[in-house]
């Protein structure tokens, strides 16, 4: 009787929750594991706790009541998505934008990158069990939290783009803080890489580890630092220049070692791009206005569809739009990186120790909210 | 050759000269989207597969007289994205390609939890966003408070 209610057991193998509320796994994320000894034989990523509906939701409202949907699904690079969103949204309808708004948004999108990188620093180390550079990176990423709150309202999820530009404009203390912002992060590299990059500790814990092969890269669709630490330079930025990225000089840094650490060193070189892009932006930034007034209140597209991707701080994100020439659209989908991130770890995983999962797992910075969406 | 125009002359060998359209001003997003038989979708995706292009997503969308899913695939150069289009009715089951892409293993996952399409020889349809005891597929038109269902024809016409 004992048979029909108990699943056979294997002795030699060992299931093993990972979450749902480790800490290691940033949110609600569940990776069920089969263990042999300390080495993991099977793992099955359990996602969904957090499902919203968003795309449900947007084909109940008008495109302006979905705005501040978008910034919650990677509440990390809220802003990032909320860009996107209104970039999808206004190729889709054709509405212009002033010069002076889209410099904006490209300073405040880049600014957002920053944090969300700076963030996934400070909790990658504190994963592998360094508290101190945690704080550091916390540090850093609270002057963006001002600088950002100050324009926007927000520190988290920002609302800020508006179809036509944004909704309120920069003024010179903004620009002041900015600029005394990069040049207090410049100070720190020197400061992150003493402590972090060189730390023997820190080097035995990401050096090949968790390597992701080209293959796999291509059959999972991995896109953002992860597939540029496998030696794909590849960013949508310069890809399929949105916005106006390709008026700025800029590198998309690339590593070839497809292992943790050459994705902790693509993101932290990340950052020093960023900053390059936000200075030039600053330096170029003409006056204007910061929003089109001609923006009717409800945006009415035409029939038509439009697949609108941009590069969010976790990788290749895309907004598709179906519109039926009604004020709300049709159908809405989300393209998110953390999904097909995550699932490649499925074939990461085999073979290596628990311990190691977890350094993998933060490697590939996953935001569960957008994977669950 | 520019990995795009590779993929291009593939899949005009398989497919109807009319089932493609070419957008070199990348208006939609797109470099080509073709509109794909059933029968054919695994052979036009196994040729993505050897070209190297990468699954970047697939779409659900539900309307009036049958589903559509789209196949967005992607390669790591400047504006090679193409889509393939799958039209087939409520309760037909269209082939499987996650034996071709892995990435597909969870993208069909989610279209068959939401639009209930059972993909042909798919080895595992449990539910991934929603609970495992989920009796409803919440994307389609019919489930909750939606503004318009629509024919297929009143949208894309």
């Known amino acids: ?373 | 050759m520019a990995k795009k125009d590779e993929i291009v002359q593939k899949l005009e060998q398989i497919l109807p000269k009319d089932a493609i359209t070419k957008d070199d001003q990348y208006r939609s997003g797109v470099a080509l989207s073709a509109q794909v038989p059933v029968d054919k979708l695994r052979e036009a995706v196994a040729q993505c597969r050897q070209v190297g292009l990468y699954l970047e997503a697939i779409t659900g969308m539900d309307f009036t007289d049958g589903l559509q899913i789209v196949y967005h695939l992607n390669y790591p150069e400047p504006r090679a994205r193409i889509s393939l289009r799958v039209r087939c009715g409520h309760g037909e089951a269209p082939p499987t390609i996650s034996d071709i892409y892995s990435a597909a293993l969870w993208h069909e996952r989610e279209v068959h939890e939401f639009f209930a399409v059972s993909f042909k020889d798919n080895p595992d349809l449990r539910r991934l966003l929603l609970p495992e005891d989920a009796d409803y597929y919440p994307h389609l038109k019919s489930f909750g408070k939606v503004h318009s269902y629509r024919k297929w024809e009143e949208v894309y016409g």
């Not at chain 1, 960023?274 to 030039?280: A, K, L, T, V």
């Not at chain 1, 290596?352 to 977890?358: F, G, I, N, Q």
């Not at chain 1, 993998?360 to 969406?373: A, C, F, K, M, T």
């Open chain 1, 1 to 373: 009787m004992a048979s029909l209610i108990q699943e056979p057991v294997d002795d030699r193998i060992y299931s093993l929750n990972l979450g749902p509320q480790h800490p290691s796994t940033h949110g609600v994320l569940r990776v069920l594991l089969k263990l042999d000894g300390e080495y993991i034989v099977d793992a099955d990523p359990v996602i969904g706790y957090g499902h919203r509906g968003h795309e449900k939701m947007a084909e109940n409202r008008t495109y302006e009541q979905f705005m501040p949907n978008a910034c919650r699904m990677d509440y990390l690079s809220g802003l990032i998505y909320n860009h996107g969103y209104c970039l999808a949204v206004e190729k889709l309808a054709g509405i212009e934008v002033p010069e002076r708004a889209r410099y904006i948004r490209t300073i405040c999108a880049e600014l957002n990158r920053i944090s969300s990188h700076l963030l996934w620093f400070g909790a990658y180390v504190m994963d592998l069990g360094g508290f101190t550079p945690f704080l550091y990176a916390f540090d850093d990423r609270e002057n963006i939290l001002d600088i950002l709150d100050r324009v926007s309202g927000s520190r988290l999820t920002y609302s800020y783009c508006r179809f036509g530009g944004v909704a309120r404009d920069i003024d010179e203390q903004f620009i002041t803080a900015t600029r005394a912002f990069i040049a207090r992060l410049r100070s720190r590299w020197s400061d992150y890489h003493n402590l972090v990059t060189k730390n023997v500790i820190f080097i035995n814990r990401v050096r090949n580890i968790g390597v992701i092969t080209t293959d796999q890269a291509q059959r999972f669709g991995v896109t953002g630092p992860s597939l540029r630490a496998c030696g794909f330079a590849y960013d949508m930025r310069k890809a399929e220049p949105y916005e106006i990225y390709d008026r700025f000089d800029f590198e998309i840094p690339m590593e070839t070692a497809s292992d943790a650490e050459a994705r902790y060193l693509v993101r932290l070189r990340e950052m020093e791009q960023s900053c390059r892009i936000i200075e030039q932006a600053l330096d170029q930034l003409p006056a204007g206005p910061y929003r089109n007034d001609k923006v009717p209140f409800k945006v009415k597209p035409p029939k038509g569809e439009v697949y609108f991707s941009f590069e969010s701080a976790r990788g290749q994100t895309g907004f598709y739009l179906l519109s039926d020439g009604t004020s709300y659209p049709y159908r809405l989908r989300a393209r998110v990186p953390s999904f097909s991130n995550l699932h490649v770890l499925v074939e990461v995983f085999k073979g290596t120790l628990v311990a190691d999962a977890v350094s993998i797992l933060g490697s590939i910075d996953i935001v569960v909210p957008e994977v669950d969406r």
